[in-house]
């Protein structure tokens, strides 16, 4: 089993920032890809930010320039570091992990999402 826990979410003004973290544990053999969806009220959950192994980074157009995916490989963290914070990207933020349990068994894992909020 693969546990995700996010944290960082929270309430904020237009053009404010916040950093969203998720950590996964478990018996994680290998990562391939960290990176964060988000659904809003009455949506489809969205892609974010991936970062995969080797560094390949790919946004979403609309927060391309505004959002930073990082990683930590040896916390097997991943973070989004927001700026310029619109009222549009008010939604629950999901961290999904993607990689290899020992004995070669392929996960895909989601955390349980933290609200952001974006007043305006």
């Known amino acids: 089993q693969v546990q995700l826990v996010e944290s960082g979410g929270g309430l904020v003004q237009a053009g404010g920032s916040l950093r969203l973290s998720c950590a996964a544990s478990?018996?994680?053999?290998?990562?391939?890809?960290m990176g964060w969806y988000r659904q809003a009220p009455g949506k489809q959950r969205e892609f974010v930010a991936v970062?995969?192994?080797?560094?390949?980074?790919n946004y979403a157009y609309s927060v391309k320039g505004r959002f930073t995916i990082s990683r930590d490989n040896t916390k097997n963290t991943v973070y989004l570091q927001m700026n310029s914070l619109k009222p549009e990207d008010t939604a629950v933020y999901y961290c999904?992990?993607?990689?290899?349990?020992?004995?070669?068994?392929?996960?895909?894992?989601w955390g349980q999402g933290t609200q952001v909020t974006v007043s305006s």
């Open positions: 999904n992990t993607e990689g290899t349990l020992p004995g070669s068994t392929l996960f895909v894992s």
């Open positions: 478990g018996s994680i053999f290998s990562i391939n890809a």
């Open positions: 970062i995969k192994t080797g560094g390949i980074i």
